[in-house]
């Protein structure tokens, strides 16, 4: 079966600070990985997904996931956090497909918490 | 751009009623996708849709039933309500079956069962 893990809970960042929210994932095939960002009372926002090719994936609002085969992980980055960046991050594996539906099986999600 | 739309976005419900909870997809999108989250945990897949017929299945109870429609929106229906299914349910919408593509979620629907 696929499946996603996020380690870390929480991520504590400065400002201004690079940041990173790891990953990794299990899956039997090519992996199809995505990010999704939720904030307070709201659904989940689409940040950026890894499909094939290039292991550097740019997505919106300024991050970036790094695909990485050998060490199963995809990991999501950004160079300088913002405040506004606090929200909650799940790291989601395509299952599928069946019958067309390619669900989508989330991690157990990692809060960031950026400091002014 | 358009965007997913659910309604009602808050429900509260007493055990043992049902409720129904609707999906407005995105133009054109062809499947449908339910999920819950409950308080916090992550989403949990419940059932898809993909041009109107049922397409997956995942961990949603017998006393829950769903369909998508002749105009794509999708109705989620909960029967015999319990205190475990206060949560959060999201749809979410792709287009072509959606195998690479990444699904477009709606605000969710938050039910509150007292």
């Known amino acids: 079966a696929q499946s996603v893990a996020q380690p870390e809970d929480q991520v504590n960042v400065a400002e201004g600070n690079p940041l990173t929210v790891k990953c990794t994932y299990s899956?039997?095939?090519?992996?199809?990985l995505f990010w999704y960002v939720q904030y307070p009372n709201r659904g989940l926002q689409f940040l950026l997904k890894y499909i094939t090719g290039d292991n550097l994936v740019k997505g919106s609002y300024g991050f970036e996931a790094e695909f990485n085969k050998s060490q199963t992980s995809f990991h999501l980055k950004k160079p300088s956090a913002l405040v506004s960046d606090s929200a909650l991050y799940f790291c989601a594996v395509r299952d599928g497909p069946m019958d067309s539906s390619y669900k989508l099986i989330f991690g157990s999600g990692t809060r960031l918490l950026v400091r002014p | 751009a358009a965007g997913v739309i659910q309604s009602p976005r808050h429900l509260i419900k007493e055990k043992r009623e049902t409720a129904t909870l609707k999906c407005y997809p995105i133009p054109r999108h062809d499947t449908v996708y339910w999920y819950q989250q409950g308080p916090g945990q992550d989403p949990q897949f419940l059932i898809s849709?993909?041009?109107?017929?049922?397409?997956d299945k995942g961990s949603i109870p017998d006393r829950f039933s769903a369909q998508q429609f002749s105009d794509y929106h999708s109705e989620l229906n909960m029967s015999s309500l319990e205190l475990g299914d206060s949560a959060l349910y999201f749809c979410?919408?792709?287009?072509?079956?959606?195998?690479?593509?990444?699904?477009?979620f709606g605000p969710g629907t938050r039910l509150t069962v007292t």
């Open positions: 849709f993909y041009e109107k017929m049922q397409s």
């Open positions: 899956v039997s095939g090519n992996p199809y």
């Open positions: 979410a919408s792709s287009l072509n079956g959606g195998s690479a593509r990444e699904q477009y």
